[in-house]
């Protein structure tokens, strides 16, 4: 009866063995996956904080956008809008032969009448 005592330990001490294994690769899986899903976590927290300082930047800009000035701002430099009232001076191009003040002694040396007209015209 010993002997048969003794067999039927041995099963079950193999059995708990066997089970006790079992039980270790799972959890050892279960704490592989949290760790690689951990990581994952922190780039999409950091994909978070990028989107959100993105964000506050342009809504910092969309704000700017809606001021007067901005607004003025953007009419004069590309459209060429301008206020009633003023009016655009046209500068010829510089070109590497004459410097402004020789541009600004020959439009002097012309007639009043011409410049005007080449102002507006």
Do not use: C
């Given at each position: 009866?010993?002997?048969v005592?003794d067999?039927?330990?041995?099963?079950?001490q193999w059995?708990?063995?066997?089970?006790s294994?079992i039980?270790?690769?799972?959890l050892?899986?279960?704490v592989a996956?949290?760790?690689?899903?951990r990581t994952?976590?922190?780039?999409?927290?950091?994909?978070?904080?990028t989107?959100?300082?993105?964000?506050?930047?342009?809504?910092?800009?969309?704000?700017?956008?809606?001021t007067?000035?901005?607004?003025?701002?953007?009419?004069r430099e590309?459209?060429g809008?301008?206020?009633?009232?003023?009016?655009i001076?046209?500068?010829?191009?510089q070109t590497?032969?004459?410097?402004?003040e020789?541009?600004?002694?020959?439009?002097?040396?012309?007639?009043?009448w011409?410049?005007?007209?080449?102002?507006?015209?």
């Open positions: 009866m010993q002997v005592l067999s039927l330990m041995r099963k079950y059995g708990i063995i066997l089970i294994s039980v270790i690769v799972v050892y899986r279960s996956d949290l760790w690689n899903r994952i976590v922190e780039e999409r927290k950091h994909t978070l904080e989107l959100q300082e993105k964000e506050k930047s342009l809504e910092n800009k969309y704000e700017k956008t809606k007067k000035e901005f607004v003025e701002r953007e009419a590309r459209l809008l301008m206020k009633e009232g003023e009016s001076i046209l500068l010829p191009e590497g032969e004459n410097s402004p020789d541009v600004l002694k020959e439009v002097q040396q012309e007639q009043n011409k410049r005007w007209w080449l102002a507006f015209y």
